[in-house]
């Protein structure tokens, strides 16, 4: 699959070519990562961190676009990370993984050394684990490139990747002479890079049609595009339809549609042109086998589904779409095929959403419409207090639904969701 590449330096989003020459500049990088996750993952790289302009806290002209993005999508980020402590930092931010580039490479060593900085890397994997590693394994002319592309290590691609491996989940190579030039990317060294290593390989540099893009998906590697996705030369729609393993699947691969809460809500096959139109009309389109047409779920109930992301399994032959329902899914009238509820399942999300509905549209005779600033403060006290004091199972039950209640109208006031409470707890975790 393709993993969408948004480049950092000096406060814009840029591509350049070989690592060093601008070509495009561009400052909607909100709007970029919003496109780009209905895809699949996104790579955030700062390459002011690479090149070190940094200040005395590490941080570049880059550090508060890139934080902000780290929550909004399935983002890796790169760029500059040389201790544990940055890495730590970026993964309860939000980054799934963190992409090591110059700091796991032992340049200079003596002979009989290492080829990767042993001490750094297994302090990385204690800390964070192995399967948020990836190890950049950059190459000018077959060997290691270091200090954003400034420098070679001296440590040869076959040797540093087949000890990188031990430390990581994937390698990202990129091949620094074809970067940002349009021109195809070296196949040949990707084809022995892959059959060196059992971990998952992602390719980038010069990769430029959906063709290649394929060619690198039944080698079993992943691309990083950049160049090729911002110029307009391959779109992210047909790169996904063509990495699905169609050779397996047949005309048909199997669809489950999941909500944003991770509620199962139906299943069904969609074809190339299925999947095309779900991502022109963001409204999840299948392939009907009994009428032997598409189908956009909702064109006559009205209940849609509408589209947030879609992603293809390790196996690419099943995707899941994450979706919001508009309406119940079933044909029986149930929100779920799975189920036989109206409606969906309570959850804070839910609550949220009512709270919201009914603050933003009064009603006569809403108990949550007149809940000013300073009544839902005082609730919350008042609730939090009888929480305290409740006795038995049953008590505590009921009072904390109330507390719950009553903080989730304050939250909807003061512009707080409750994702974002959940960022913060997973933030918490993995500090």
Not at 73 to 79: A, D, I, P, Y
Not at 386 to 402: F, H, I, K, N, Q
Request: proline share 1%; glycine share 10%; hydrophobic share 40%.
């Amino acid at each position: 699959m393709v993993i969408a590449s948004i480049d950092l330096k000096g406060g814009h989003v840029v591509q350049l070519k070989n690592g060093k020459e601008p070509v495009i500049q561009r400052d909607d990088a909100d709007s970029l990562i919003a496109e780009f996750d209905k895809y699949g993952e996104v790579a955030v790289i700062d390459l002011d961190a690479a090149l070190g302009n940094t200040d005395e806290k590490g941080n570049t002209v880059n550090t508060q676009l890139l934080r902000s993005l780290l929550r909004k999508g399935n983002v890796r980020v790169g760029g500059g990370i040389r201790d544990v402590k940055k890495a730590r930092e970026l993964i309860s931010l939000g980054a799934e993984k963190v992409i090591v580039g110059s700091a796991a490479w032992n340049s200079g060593r003596k002979e009989g050394e290492p080829a990767v900085n042993t001490e750094f890397l297994e302090s990385l994997a204690k800390a964070i684990g192995r399967q948020r590693i990836i190890v950049s394994v950059d190459s000018i002319n077959g060997n290691i490139a270091v200090k954003g592309w400034t420098e070679t290590s001296g440590i040869s691609l076959a040797e540093g990747a087949a000890e990188a491996e031990r430390y990581a989940s994937e390698l990202l190579f990129t091949c620094v002479e074809k970067e940002g030039c349009m021109q195809g990317t070296d196949m040949e060294l990707v084809r022995k890079l892959r059959g060196s290593v059992q971990c998952r390989v992602v390719a980038a540099g010069g990769v430029n049609s959906v063709e290649q893009i394929a060619q690198l998906e039944k080698m079993h590697c992943d691309v990083q595009l950049g160049m090729a996705l911002y110029t307009g030369a391959v779109s992210l729609k047909d790169s996904f339809i063509e990495c699905i393993d169609w050779e397996k699947t047949g005309a048909l691969v199997p669809v489950i549609a999941q909500s944003t809460a991770g509620e199962v809500l139906m299943m069904g096959y969609a074809d190339r042109a299925a999947l095309r139109k779900t991502f022109e009309t963001g409204r999840l389109t299948f392939f009907s086998r009994t009428r032997n047409a598409l189908w956009t779920k909702g064109e006559t109930s009205g209940h849609f589904l509408e589209t947030v992301r879609l992603r293809a399994d390790c196996d690419r032959d099943t995707i899941l779409a994450t979706v919001i329902p508009h309406g119940g899914v079933c044909h029986t009238g149930s929100f779920t095929c799975f189920s036989g509820e109206a409606d969906a399942r309570s959850s804070m999300e839910r609550l949220y959403g009512t709270i919201a509905q009914r603050l933003a549209n009064p009603q006569p005779g809403s108990y949550t419409a007149t809940l000013n600033g300073t009544r839902v403060r005082e609730k919350i006290l008042e609730e939090a207090e009888e929480l305290t004091e409740a006795a038995g199972r049953d008590e505590v039950v009921w009072e904390a639904a109330d507390l719950l209640y009553f903080a989730s109208v304050l939250m909807y006031q003061e512009h707080v969701s409750w994702q974002d409470v959940y960022n913060e707890l997973d933030r918490r975790h993995k500090k």
